[in-house]
């Protein structure tokens, strides 16, 4: 049965609604970054760029990087943006958007982050490469979906109990990494563990403003989280959303962040622009190697 207008929506061209992307303009290669003027930080080191679009946040442009071919897509902030961005990738490259029914033959993706993000842990300093081992959903967008296939109970649940976890919050989700893209982009380079995903920037993160916060030491409790060696290493925004919806769709993600900031010590990067360039090198050749 077709997938009905009001589900998949389509621009009068023909393209997905909020990326403007047909299929024809994307690898199955892509690189998400969050800042939309950070996809030319990236392309910029390309042989050449092919297409280009922009429709809000949502800035694609894809090119050829040393003869392969790879898609640079902003998602924006948070991982509401992150359902938009996987679903209509997806719909590209495995829904006929003509008939609008799902394709027999489905095409499974390389997704890329290259992000910022804080250490939680003293440890890992600023200017260095974290890998993200597994992507902690905090913020509960993946219990849209059936995601008993992709969680990790044990983890789970001895992070709800470590943290003393409050039950009127969304139950925390743990996705595994790609085991294909871990074992391309890890060296000595990076650091491992596991990346919290929270909803915002403020409150879900920790910092007071104006507005009280329910847990004033949660930071402090996931700092000391072990499980089997397992440490939360940082916290950002999107990782979860990126390693949940991927493994359900039958794509390969990994999240690397380059640290600015270490918010054990309360140290910043000398020079963030830096590490994010030698973050966005290291990932190019990589994806080459």
């Known amino acids: 049965m077709p997938i009905k207008e009001s589900e998949l929506i389509l621009n009068p061209d023909g393209s ?3 990326l403007n992307l047909k299929p024809e303009h994307v690898s199955n ?22 297409f280009s679009i922009q429709k809000r946040e949502f800035k694609t ?23 938009i961005v996987l679903n209509e990738l997806d719909a590209l490259f495995n829904i006929d958007l003509k008939t609008r029914k799902p394709k027999e033959n489905l095409t499974s993706l390389n997704i890329i982050r290259v992000g910022t993000s804080g250490s939680l842990q003293e440890d890992i300093p600023v200017d260095s490469f974290v890998l993200s081992e597994y992507g902690l959903d905090l913020n509960g967008l993946l219990h849209s979906y059936i995601i008993e296939p992709v969680s990790n109970p044990e983890i789970e649940n001895a992070f709800i109990s ?5 039950e009127n919050k969304s139950k ?7 085991d294909k893209l871990e074992k391309v982009f890890e060296s000595d380079k990076t650091y491992k563990g596991i990346t919290a995903t929270a909803g915002g ?16 030491t949660l930071n402090s409790k996931m700092d000391n989280f072990n499980f089997n060696g397992n440490r939360i290493t940082n916290l950002e925004m999107e990782t979860s959303a990126i390693y949940g919806l991927s493994k359900l769709l039958g794509h390969h993600a ?4 380059a640290i600015i900031a270490n918010r ?26």
């Open 16 to 18: 997905v609604y909020h």
């Open 29 to 50: 290669t892509i690189i998400f970054v969050g800042d939309q003027n950070r996809v030319e930080k990236v392309t910029k080191h390309f042989d050449s760029i092919e």
């Open 61 to 83: 442009q894809t090119g050829t990087y040393k003869g392969t071919r790879i898609s640079v897509i902003s998602t924006g902030i948070g991982p509401d943006n992150i359902d």
């Open 162 to 166: 470590q943290t003393n976890w409050h």
């Open 172 to 178: 925390p989700i743990i996705v595994k990494v790609s």
């Open 201 to 216: 920037f403020y409150g879900p993160q920790g910092r007071v403003l104006r507005l009280p916060i329910q847990d004033t």
């Open 254 to 257: 990994i999240s690397l962040n």
């Open 264 to 289: 054990a010590s309360g140290t910043f990067s000398e020079n963030p622009s830096q590490v994010v360039e030698d973050l966005i090198i290291y990932t190019l050749n990589k994806i080459i190697e």
